[in-house]
T-cell receptor, first 113, second 110 residues
Framework: ETGVTQTPRHLVMGMTNKKSLKCEQH?????MYWYKQSAKKPLELMFV???????ENNSVPSRFSPECPNSSHLFLHLHTLQPEDSALYLC????????????FGDGTRLSIL | QKEVEQNSGPLSVPEGAIASLNCTYS??????FFWYRQYSGKSPELIMF????GDKEDGRFTAQLNKASQYVSLLIRDSQPSDSATYLC??????????FGAGTRLFVKA
């Protein structure tokens, strides 16, 4: 496999469920990102990890919990989400800093019932 | 609030014409600028990046940067229907934060 892979592609969950989104990159990059994309809004940066260490937490509610066990894998754990959290969640990676181009996965389309 | 502004469009051009997409940014400390293309239901795909003032050409695409005016543009020559997509402008000030615009929808008429 090449590039950035995200699973699942689609997820429907109730507000009381717990689920996790997974991202894996095969590009040898050191930085990984979670973004939220809502209709007609700019991409919102949620979290950034560099060499497994979290470098950015963009005031994201605690119902979103990231985990980065190594430079190739990134998770987003979801718990007690709200309907407004329904969106496309995109994972991206870059060689190092955000001054370099980011490569995106196909995203997870999340719907909260 | 650091922002990247784009006209939401849609920008409609005939096939074979030049499409001109524009973007302004608010943070003068921005150093790196990117254009991504996003087809409906797909993820963003890098088209161009530019770091220095002036023009940068890659095939049918030309990125232009004017730091004094805080302005970035993307020209697409010989536009094709397959170029129809949303184009996202993004700016980075270094570190790990990239600010994205909301995107401009481009429609190329056959």
């Amino acid at each position: 496999e090449t590039g950035v892979t995200q699973t699942p592609r689609h997820l429907v969950m109730g507000m009381t469920n717990k689920k996790s989104l997974k991202c894996e990159q095969h590009l040898g990059h050191n930085a990984m990102y979670w973004y939220k994309q809502s209709a007609k809004k700019p991409l919102e940066l949620m979290f950034v990890y560099n060499f497994k260490e979290q470098t950015e937490n963009n005031s994201v509610p605690s119902r979103f919990s990231p985990e980065c066990p190594n430079s190739s894998h990134l998770f987003l754990h979801l718990h007690t989400l709200q309907p407004e959290d329904s969106a496309l969640y995109l994972c991206a990676s870059s060689q190092d800093s955000a001054d370099q181009p980011q490569h995106f996965g196909d995203g997870t389309r999340l719907s909260i019932l | 609030q650091k922002e990247v502004e784009q006209n939401s469009g849609p920008l409609s051009v005939p096939e074979g014409a030049i499409a001109s997409l524009n973007c302004t940014y608010s943070d003068r400390g921005s150093q790196s600028f990117f254009w991504y293309r996003q087809y409906s239901g797909k993820s963003p795909e890098l088209i161009m990046f530019i770091y220095s003032n002036g023009d940068k050409e890659d095939g049918r695409f030309t990125a232009q940067l004017n730091k004094a005016s805080q302005y970035v543009s993307l020209l697409i020559r010989d536009s094709q229907p397959s170029d129809s997509a949303t184009y996202l402008c993004a700016a980075s000030t270094g570190g790990f934060k990239t600010i994205f615009g909301a995107g401009t929808r481009l429609f190329v008429k056959a």
